[in-house]
């Protein structure tokens, strides 16, 4: 069974920075894509980032390109999602989700619906002003 684990998430002012982590377990970390993903209060859940097994394929949302960074770190079963320049509007739950197939971020990403079948718990992201 595929586990997926955030951390990382806090409470911080306006300007500063948090790294999520997604801790993978559950199957040979081989070829996947890991999405992360973002809901606020009375908002739809939307894509933030994806990575691709081989970091070949990255992708992000037009609004946060520039601020956040993706990364993988296959030998902890783990992948990052560095956020800087954190405003207010980025206050959400932060969830990682896994698609275990050789393909690139476009193909399943940004939507949270088609493709991504394992979701972590989320972690709460606060951003205050």
């Known amino acids: 069974e595929v586990q997926l684990v955030e951390s990382g998430g806090g409470l911080v002012q306006a300007g500063g920075s948090l790294r999520l982590s997604c801790a993978v377990s559950?199957?040979?970390?081989?070829?996947?894509?890991i999405g992360w993903f973002r809901q606020a209060p009375g908002k739809e859940r939307e894509g933030v980032s994806c990575?691709?097994?081989?970091?070949?394929?990255?992708a992000y949302s037009d609004s946060l390109k520039g601020r956040f960074t993706i990364s993988s770190d296959n030998a902890k079963n783990t992948v990052y999602l560095q956020m800087n320049s954190l405003k207010p509007e980025d206050t959400a739950v932060y969830y990682c989700?896994?698609?275990?197939?050789?393909?690139?971020?476009?193909?399943?990403?940004?939507?949270?619906?088609?493709?991504?079948?394992?979701w972590g718990q989320g972690t709460q992201v606060t951003v205050s002003s």
């Open positions: 990575i691709t097994s081989s970091g070949g394929s990255t």
């Open positions: 989700a896994a698609v275990l197939i050789r393909t690139d971020c476009p193909t399943v990403w940004p939507s949270p619906h088609l493709y991504f079948a394992s």
């Open positions: 559950g199957f040979t970390f081989g070829d996947y894509v």
